[in-house]
């Protein structure tokens, strides 16, 4: 296909009586109107001016035997334009041939054809020299925005700017500056940059801030923009990474709890990659380290004040200052055994816990509840903030915890709830012969050897069936602290040299 502009008039421009008359089939010289007229084939750009502009089509003088016309969907690749909105009366054009002649005689034009024409070989040239192009953005897409170069464009939101742009519709109608990143002519496809030109544009300006900045200086700058792995910040004119780990001293779960667009911080410079042209920062170096503050402030066996701020299998997590946690493990919650810390502590839970290592280089705390005395004096918070009413120790045991020291016969909590009538009962009647200790229950036990020399003693009645009840089990439902006939294990209460003298 052709693609050379043609203009009205013969090529060479000027015409000689050759040109201009001919010999007619009398032998008579007759004009020669074909010669007038240049010789345009389909394909080809052709140049003229717009005669006429109507509604749905526009005239064009080509210098041809008849008008050319441009039908308003071959005026521009934009979509329900208005022809008075491309051309004006009198303009000078180029376009391009798609038919010499239609079914009525007319030579039909396209103008975003020619323009297509022409702007290709333009980007074609700019994607291999490497030079920018200028387009106007003509539409808003999802994802980016479609420039008119004489083709589409098309310009993703994430190389708008160097930074994420939030809003695309402020460019409608701006004109733009990019580099062609991305073409393919069978498919029309044309992907542009601007990041491309303005980094280009700030190259010598990113370079001075390299050359400037060192690792350990404390700068200014401005975020522009959080993502899930951390905070990019502004050093005028370049763009260094805060690492989500390096925001606070304290766990974030996302860049956007501590930091906002806009917000103006100031950062420590931790690494410089000058070759990749990277600057990693650090917000929390900035800060004090709540750790030093321990060290300073608290020693071991020290008694603290904290949140908990994690109960897991292990144990419970207590914040004894803002990003400064300790564990408290599972066999330090209590004196008594313990299946589940959620039986001593809740999260939330305000505590008095007692620091029993200090591992500073690991920056590892381990706690006590368990050895908190009540005589111990709680040391001040070293952040200065006041102390808190901690919360009354829970004792909500479980189940399984004294389940190694039941039988199968002990009857449950609810059951023993359920005797505390019956043992107060018989913590009421007279105590039996020390005699009727040793003498056998209905249940079959085995009755304690009597020395032969000695009488036997007189066999007491057998006692109801209701009330054959287990004294130890009765004696610590009704107060477990104190020991009734026999202890908690089922044993005497007293030794058995110390029971009543048997009668010789």
């Known amino acids: 296909m052709t693609n050379e502009t043609v203009d009205k008039g013969p090529a060479t421009g000027i015409l000689t009586d050759a040109d201009v008359w001919t010999t007619g089939p009398d032998g008579e010289q007759i004009p020669n109107y074909d010669a007038t007229f240049p010789e345009i084939n389909e394909g080809e750009v052709v140049h003229g001016q717009v005669v006429r502009v109507d509604k749905d089509e526009v005239l064009v003088d080509i210098g041809y035997k008849s008008e050319g016309v441009i039908p308003v969907s071959e005026l521009s690749i934009r979509r329900s334009v208005n022809p008075e909105d491309e051309v004006k009366l009198g303009d000078e054009i180029d376009a391009l041939v798609l038919t010499k002649e239609d079914a009525d005689g007319r030579l039909i034009l396209s103008k975003k054809r020619a323009r297509f024409e022409l702007a290709w070989k333009a980007i074609e040239g ?79 300006m990113r370079q001075a801030i390299l050359d400037r900045l060192s690792p350990g200086d404390v700068v200014e700058g401005q975020i522009s923009n959080i993502v899930d792995f951390g905070a990019f910040v502004d050093l005028d004119g370049m763009d260094g990474l805060i690492h989500i780990s390096e925001l606070s001293w304290s766990h974030v779960n996302h860049p956007s709890e501590v930091l906002e667009i806009g917000q103006d911080v100031q950062v420590k410079v931790l690494d410089i990659d000058r070759e990749r042209q990277r600057i990693s920062l650090g917000l929390k170096q900035t800060q004090s380290d709540p750790w030093q503050q321990v060290v300073e402030a608290y020693n071991e066996d020290d008694v603290v004040q904290g949140k908990v701020t994690k109960v897991v299998t292990f144990g419970a997590f207590v914040e004894i200052l803002p990003g400064v946690e300790g564990l408290v493990h599972i066999s330090e919650l209590a004196q008594h055994h313990v299946e589940n810390p959620r039986e001593v502590v809740s999260q939330g839970d305000v505590v008095n816990v007692k620091i029993i290592e200090v591992d500073a280089d690991r920056r590892r705390l381990s706690l006590s509840l368990k050895r908190v005395e009540d005589a111990d004096e709680v040391q001040p918070r070293a952040d200065g903030q006041p102390l808190e009413t901690p919360a009354p120790p829970q004792i909500d045991l479980s189940d399984d915890v004294f389940s190694e020291e039941r039988t199968g016969d002990e009857p449950t909590g609810e059951a023993r709830s359920g005797e505390e009538a019956t043992a107060e009962e018989l913590a009421e009647e007279p105590a039996t012969e020390a005699g009727a200790e040793a003498t056998p229950e209905p249940d079959g036990e085995s009755t304690p050897e009597i020395p032969a020399a000695e009488p036997e003693l007189p066999t007491p009645e057998p006692k109801e069936p209701a009330e054959q009840t287990d004294h130890s089990i009765e004696a610590d439902a009704a107060d477990p602290s104190h020991q009734g006939p026999g202890d908690s294990e089922g044993h005497a209460p007293y030794e058995p040299d110390e029971a009543e003298p048997q009668s010789e």
């Open 126 to 204: 700019a994607a291999e020299s490497g030079e920018p192009v200028n387009g106007k953005v003509i539409e808003v897409v999802k994802g980016g925005l479609i420039l008119d170069l004489g083709v589409r464009g098309f310009l993703p939101a994430s190389l708008v700017d160097i930074r994420r742009v939030q809003d695309l519709d402020e460019f409608l109608g701006q004109e733009l500056r990019c580099k062609v990143i991305e073409l393919n002519r069978s498919r029309n496809n044309v992907v542009l940059s601007r990041r491309a030109v303005l980094e280009d544009e700030r190259k010598e």
